[in-house]
Each structure stands twice: as structure tokens, then as C-alpha cells.
């Protein structure tokens, strides 16, 4: 069977769809992620962090003081901000996995002071950057139990920033850098 349409038709009916092609998924998509939340435990001190910190599609710059004093080095209880993409990506992380609800996941090290840094590169040698993005507030190393692999086939499958896989220590790595880099075992 052939159907003829007319070219005045065709503009209609292709308008409508693109138009609804356009508008509706945005207006689905803004609307599932005007608010975002983020769920962490600190292994080193104990504390829970479960804020919402985007609002209406506003970042909350109290949630974000509460973010940037809870990723302390702590070790020394010396703060810096927190770049917004890297709590983003956890985000992004913890929605996305497999795990029921928003998985809590549990911070092995969030930011790193210069003076930790250098110490840590002491005792561990080349396991620790000497320009760590954890001392600019852009890389995060994180635990979910059981889960491990799985967390990083998802930041890997983003293809943003770096990721590190650390089995034997029980954690991924993850960063916000220009260019993807993977390191870890396989």
C-alpha cells in the first residue's frame, strides 16, 4: 500500500513530533533531577552524610560546606572546596547502581592536604599522585561492599574523569579531570 502525504502534512506532523521529541523529555528529565542527594559514611570518623544538595535544580551552598567539612583531610582537619562535578559523579554513581534506594557509600579518602599527600607518597611510594586531584577537591575514593566491581564498570562506562580500581584495598577511585585515565587492576 502507498500512502501519499502531501508536503504541507509532512511539515505538520514532522513539527509535532520533533516538537514533542524536544520538549517532553527535557521537561521529564529536569523534572526527575531538580533535587539530588548524596550518601556517604566517613571511615576514619565515623560520620554519615545523607543531604540533599541540589534543590529545584539549585545547588545548596550550606549542603556544600557540610560536604566540604565532612571530606576533610582527616588526618589533620584541613578543608577544601569540594568541586560540585565530583559530588555529581558520586551522585551519578550511587543512583545508578544495583543497590536498593541510594547506596551509602563509605569514604576511604576525600580531600588530601599537600602536607598528607607528601606523607603518604613517602610510605606508599607511586601509589599516590604527587599532583593528587584529592588536594583540589576532585577525587574521592569510595567503598561499597560487595559491590566493588561493579562501581567501577559504572564510572568507567561514564567515560569522565579518572577512575582506579583497588581491589585488594577494597576501593575505586574516582576523579573529575579533562580526559578519561583508568588505572587498577582489571
Known sequence: M??????RNLLIGSTAFAATNLIVPRFGIASCRLD?????????TGEFLKEN????GELIPEVMALIKQFLRDHRNNQT????????????RLQVDCSVPGV???????????????????RHKGKGVARN???????????KLPKHLRE?????????????GY?????????DVRDKPAYWGAA
Not at 562501581?151 to 577512575?163: D, E, I, M, N, P
Open 36 to 44: 539530588k542527594k548524596i550518601a556517604l559514611h566517613n571511615i576514619h
Open 166 to 174: 583497588y581491589p585488594k584495598s577494597g576501593f575505586v577511585h574516582v
Open 151 to 163: 562501581l567501577k564498570k559504572l564510572a568507567t562506562s561514564y567515560k569522565v574523569g579518572g577512575v
Open 103 to 121: 547506596a551509602t557509600f563509605d569514604v576511604v579518602s576525600g580531600y588530601r592536604s599537600p602536607s598528607t599527600n607528601a606523607m603518604l607518597r
Open 2 to 7: 502507498v500512502m501519499k502525504i502531501s508536503r
Open 53 to 56: 544538595y541540589i534543590e529545584n
Open 132 to 142: 593528587s586531584y584529592h588536594m583540589k577537591g576532585c577525587a574521592i575514593d569510595i
Open 80 to 91: 577544601h572546596d569540594i568541586d560540585p562535578a565530583l559530588i555529581n559523579l558520586v551522585n
